[in-house]
């Protein structure tokens, strides 16, 4: 197996339990790593032998842009698409990160780490 990493994938969304959150949204941040059977895609030089760190990219993006109450449940979904649309990954680290949260004191992020196999 190897891996692909997205470091810092930065959006602005809603999530939160807080009726302001949804309102006002924050910034977060996502890491997310990957792992499959590159091999094919080292000697062969193309991009269908491998997997596609736009589309990677792309499902954080639309799975953050879609408010949840918690960022559990915002991990899980991405995850749950990688699964679906990218049958060459057998496992998925997301880690999910809310920067600056309102939990009443001086905390840089508060983050939600899940990680998956495929079944």
């Known amino acids: 197996m190897q891996t692909i990493k997205l ?9 939160g339990c807080l009726v302001e959150e949804g309102k006002i949204g924050s910034e977060y941040t996502v890491d997310l790593e990957i792992k499959a059977d590159l091999q094919k895609s080292t000697q062969s030089d193309e991009l269908a032998d491998t997997v596609d760190y736009v589309h990677l990219n792309k499902i954080v993006v639309e799975e953050m842009a879609i408010r949840s109450q918690l960022l559990e449940h915002v991990a899980k979904r991405i995850n749950t698409r990688i699964f679906n649309e990218l049958p060459m990954v057998m496992k998925t ?12 004191g001086d905390v840089e992020s508060v983050t939600i780490i899940l990680e998956e196999n495929r079944n």
């Not at 470091?7 to 999530?15: A, D, L």
């Open 93 to 104: 680290t997301v880690e999910v990160s809310k920067i600056n949260p309102p939990i009443g």
């Open 7 to 15: 470091k810092n994938i930065r959006t602005f969304s809603y999530h």
